[in-house]
T-cell receptor
């Protein structure tokens, strides 16, 4: 148990559906991240929130919409996805993003395995 | 450009033996951190070990040690006394203090431990 919980663990959705992925961290961290892991590809950073403010967005399509209502919760809202969006979506949190890199050790949840039909 | 390279797609080791997983990195930034993560088939990414670019000694965490060779820009993970539960995907990653980016990951190495 890493202290980062993701729900649901598995999700199957059609291209016209709207769904949301949820991430919750119990570590008292200030930064949260969404990563996408596709088959045979390195993890790709999607979004970073530090102190509830989005500080990085790696040119992710607008069909992915993040929300960070507080430092413990992070959502990824999905709408009109494409089959190529099928992947493992991982959430992570860390103590801080600037300064001491050691404080940026990221702790991950178990991921949501998404299938878009 | 910053980059992490893991050249071993798969590694095989017998139980109780030691194994080294290779990682090389590329950055011109003098301040950076190197991380290793383990990802079992369940999907969760588990933090194993961290090495800072200014750390004088190689990092160790239980059976894990990081062989940090700064001049060669390598940060190999050594797992001693392999166990069946070590079978997983292993990722090397880098963080750059100045750039302020999140982790850059390599493509990973699949480790299979047999009895």
């Amino acid at each position: 148990e890493t202290g980062v919980t993701q729900t649901p663990r598995h999700l199957v959705m059609g291209m016209t559906n709207k769904k949301s992925l949820k991430c919750e961290q119990h570590l008292g961290h200030n930064a949260m991240y969404w990563y996408k892991q596709s088959a045979k590809k390195p993890l790709e950073l999607m979004f970073v929130y530090s102190l509830e403010e989005r500080v990085e967005n790696n040119s992710v399509p607008s069909r992915f919409s993040p929300e960070c209502p507080n430092s413990s919760h992070l959502f990824l809202h999905l709408h009109t996805l494409q089959p190529e969006d099928s992947a493992l979506y991982l959430c992570a949190s860390s103590q801080g993003r600037a300064g001491d890199i050691a404080k940026n050790i990221q702790y991950f949840g178990a991921g949501t395995r998404l299938s878009v039909l | 450009a910053q980059k992490i390279t893991q050249t071993q797609p798969g590694m095989f080791v017998q139980e109780k033996e030691a194994v080294t997983l290779d990682c090389t990195y590329d950055t011109s930034d003098p301040s950076y951190g190197l991380f290793w993560y383990k990802q079992p088939s369940s999907g969760e990414m588990i933090f194993l070990i961290y090495q800072g670019s200014y750390d004088q000694q190689n990092a160790t965490e239980g059976r894990y040690s990081l062989n940090f060779q700064k001049a060669r820009k390598s940060a190999n993970l050594v797992i001693s006394a392999s166990q069946l539960g070590d079978s997983a995907m292993y990722f090397c990653a880098m963080d750059l203090k100045q750039a302020g980016t999140a982790l850059i990951f390599g493509k990973g190495t699949t480790l299979s431990v047999s009895s």
